[in-house]
């Protein structure tokens, strides 16, 4: 007769588990289809929404910092999935525009993460994918709160 393992109550590391197995399986995933990484990914999903937007803006609409989106975006243009525009009002601002390839790109990684999505959420119920959902909105704020809260070291 089999031991039952106990199960691993640690949130955090199950939670930080999952992303590292999960991104794995979707760069291999957006390699062979798309020739891309999942920050590439991200970062076409949100200019398919936000064409033209500035860098800034991507930055935090993808929840990276803005040194992180610069080589994102070089990396990006290299691979002509996106044009740099300069912002006429601000001579140091640039805006972020999709590419015809970028929008092919693009298209690609949708009809993937659709896919992904879907076997992401097998076998979990509308209400508990609803519960999924609302705790990835709100887990990073209900931690946030910890900073503002402890004294400084």
């Known amino acids: 007769m089999a031991i039952a393992r106990p199960v691993d109550r640690r949130l955090f590391f199950l939670f ?39 860098l800034s803006e991507l930055a935090e609409g993808v929840g990276h910092n803005n040194s992180a989106i610069t080589g994102l975006i070089d990396r990006m243009e290299r691979a002509g999935l996106v044009t740099r525009i300069a912002v006429l009002s601000d001579g140091r601002a640039r805006k972020v525009r999709l590419t015809d390839k970028g929008w092919a790109i693009r298209e690609i990684v949708m009809r993937d993460f659709r896919d992904f999505n879907d076997h992401l959420l097998k076998n979990f119920s509308d209400s508990e994918v609803e519960v999924i959902y609302r705790f990835l909105q709100n887990a990073p704020e209900n931690v946030a709160a910890l900073d503002s809260s402890s004294p400084n070291p």
């Not at 588990?17 to 979707?26: F, G, T, W, Y």
């Not at 920050?39 to 999903?45: D, E, I, N, P, V």
């Open 16 to 54: 930080d588990r999952s992303h590292a197995r999960l991104s794995k399986l979707a760069d291999k995933r957006l390699r062979r289809s798309a020739g891309i990484k999942t920050a590439q990914a991200a970062a076409l999903f949100y200019l398919g929404f936000h064409d033209d937007c500035l």
